[in-house]
């Protein structure tokens, strides 16, 4: 029987998702790589990331989107997995906007950081 709990999120491009991992200092591998799990179960993810509990934390693609694939039991993160998923989140959409802005022809002209924890961004582009 898997202790192995999936996690679906709507994380589609993992280059995002490596650099919101980045952005808020989790160490991770690039997959393939073998998530650990209890009594040496394990699974096969594309993004990990090792908990010096032995016990791994990975993002797995299911062919739509990448899920987050662990043994909940054993979670060492600094957030819950609750938080943790939203960090990422943010950080992945942060990423994905200023990619879709730059595609459009704009630039970021203005960031800050708010209160809430949010981000604003302004973009604009330029016309000849």
Known sequence: MSHFSNIKTQIRKVEFL???LSDLGVEWKSGPQQVRGYQGQSLTADVVIAQENGYDVGFSH???EYELVADLQFWQQNWSVDRFLSQITQRYAYHAVKESAAQQGF??????????????????????
């Open 18 to 20: 490596a650099a919101a």
């Open 107 to 128: 630039q970021v002209a203005e960031e800050h950081n708010q209160q809430d924890g949010s981000v604003r961004l302004v973009v604009q582009r330029w016309s000849a």
């Open 62 to 64: 299911n062919g739509q």
